[in-house]
């Protein structure tokens, strides 16, 4: 059949048309459903074929499904939409069509041998239709079949390219959609983690403050329950120890007898040793409870106009027992007469410089101890250094950690001295303020640790830090 020029304008015309607008369906939906109805209705209105469907492949049941149809009854839509063909099943015509690289033309289906070919047939009322794969990135995602049988015009091999080309921009529209369908699923399947996992979170959170609720009446109850009987074996102690040394040793003919001696010897060393055992013990209990209840957050912060001059002289003095007068360490203090006060809680604070200041005593044999305070700007410096014993670069960070002591500082005895608890807590008060506490030492050769505090009305200072959730400043660690 030969067309007039005008005819074959005309058909090329529609052609353009078609791909036109099915060109813009796809860039106008991703609903697949959508996109394949408005598509079918497209090849049909602009194109000379009467009636469209087409069926996609399911690759994990590996078939042809999820029909969809324009042209036919209502009835034949419903059956095709019903339908699943094996993709591999030998004989079915649109099984072959996706098993093809291109279009392929059937005539004189209804006299096809193959029963289930006939039966198609019959259920869309043809004899002769042209079926194209929906092909996409080398891939077959469907089948396009178009048949002209309420016209009755024959459809036409000369049809298939231009078929091809549609079910091409067809089959990539539908992988679109498909990608679209799967993202927006991983996007739900996220979304219900966040909620899972805040959901976890949240428990998570509220089981760790149970348990640390838990944990500080725990430490609260044992601690008391141990303070008690304890006051009475340390005081006691005393007593006999004194009573001993003051009423009964005395007393005690040793006739010379150096066993005798030995055993008074002893039993006053012993009964010194119980003593210092049971005040560092009564030190350990009272500091767990103190690191416990400011982790807790659950400390009465004090809120004073503070001048570190004053608590550095404070706590000076309530040291300078510690200090052997022959035998030193020397203590030299320098701070500024002009430093702005800074607001705060005086006696954690005098708190902090005693444990400093013991700390340094305690591993600075002989040398200074030399406290400085200066003010830069807005924020005031403390330094406590000493010439003793010194702490090794990898320990350096261990000693704010809780329980922890370092290097060489167990007496030959081996009996722990301190609590490995003055530290943590020192930190946790400066930092409760705003400031930081850091220490620079070398082995050998002294320590310093320094700690800052913001001046009161700078910004950063205490009043805004108490007021603050957590009542912990923002100031990082050295
Ligand atoms: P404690 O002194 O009660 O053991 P701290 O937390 O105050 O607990 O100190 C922890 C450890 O840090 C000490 O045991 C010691 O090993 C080390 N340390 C602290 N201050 C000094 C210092 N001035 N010089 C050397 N070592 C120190």
């Given amino acids: 059949m030969t067309l007039t020029p005008e005819a074959l304008a005309e058909q090329r015309l529609a052609e353009l048309m078609t791909l036109n607008e099915l060109g813009l369906i796809i860039s106008s939906t991703l609903d697949r459903d959508e996109l394949i ?3 079918l209705r497209a090849v049909t209105r602009h194109l000379r074929f009467d ?28 059956r095709i939409g019903e339908l699943e063909l094996p993709i591999d099943l030998d004989a079915a015509l649109l099984s072959r069509i996706a098993r093809a690289d291109g279009p392929l033309l059937f005539r004189d289906v209804d006299q096809d041998p193959d029963p289930g070919n006939r039966a198609f047939a019959a259920l869309l009322e043809v004899t002769s239709f042209l079926g194209t794969p929906l092909v996409t990135k080398g891939r077959t995602v469907g089948v396009l079949a178009v048949d002209n049988r309420s016209t009755g015009r024959d459809v036409l091999p000369g049809d298939g390219p231009l078929l091809y080309t549609a079910g091409s921009l067809i089959a990539g529209g539908i992988e679109n959609a498909r990608l679209y369908a799967e993202l927006e699923e991983q996007k739900d399947a996220l979304e219900r983690r966040v909620v899972e996992r805040t959901a976890d979170l949240v428990e998570a959170r509220q089981a760790a403050e149970a348990a640390n609720e838990t944990k500080s009446r725990f430490l609260s109850n044992v601690s008391h329950e141990l303070r008690t009987p304890l006051t009475s074996v340390v005081g006691f102690s005393k007593l006999i120890s004194k009573r001993l040394a003051d009423v009964i040793f005395p007393a ?4 010379g007898d150096p066993k005798v001696e ?8 012993n009964l010194g040793i119980i003593v210092e055992e049971g005040d560092r013990l009564t030190n350990l ?15 009465d912060w004090r809120d004073d106009e503070v001048d570190l001059g004053d608590v550095v002289e404070r706590a000076t003095s309530a040291t300078a027992s510690l200090i052997d007068p022959d035998r030193g360490p020397r203590l030299v203090v320098e701070v500024g007469s002009d430093l702005a006060p800074i607001r705060g809680d005086r006696d954690r604070l005098i708190q902090v410089v005693i444990n400093l200041i013991s700390n340094a ?6 040398g200074s101890i030399t406290i400085i305070g200066w003010q830069e700007a807005d924020t005031i ?3 406590v250094s000493d010439t003793g014993i010194g702490i090794a670069a990898d320990d350096q960070a261990r000693v704010f950690e809780p329980f922890t002591q370092v290097g060489e500082t167990r007496p030959a005895d081996d009996r722990p001295r301190g609590t490995g608890l003055g530290l943590p807590i020192c930190r946790e008060i400066i930092e409760h303020h705003g400031g930081r506490l850091w220490l620079e030492s070398r082995l050998g050769a002294g320590s310093t640790f320094q700690f800052t505090l913001p001046v009161a009305g700078s910004g950063s200072d205490a ?16």
Avoid: C, W, Y
């Avoid at 209990?285 to 400390?299: H, Q, V």
């Fill in 37 to 39: 109805d408005r598509a």
């Fill in 252 to 255: 005690v003919m040793t006739d």
């Fill in 463 to 478: 009043s805004r830090s108490v007021a603050a959730s957590d009542g912990r400043g923002t100031a990082g660690r050295a």
């Fill in 361 to 366: 005593v305690k591993f600075t044999p002989q």
């Fill in 285 to 299: 209990i009272n500091e767990t409870l103190d690191l416990a209840k400011i982790e807790a957050g659950k400390i």
């Fill in 262 to 269: 030995r055993a008074m010897r002893q039993v006053s060393e």
């Fill in 381 to 383: 410096h403390v330094a």
């Fill in 51 to 78: 009636r469209a469907l087409i069926l996609l492949v399911d690759p994990a049941r590996g078939a042809l499904r999820d029909g969809r149809s324009v042209g036919g009854s209502a009835e034949m839509a419903a």
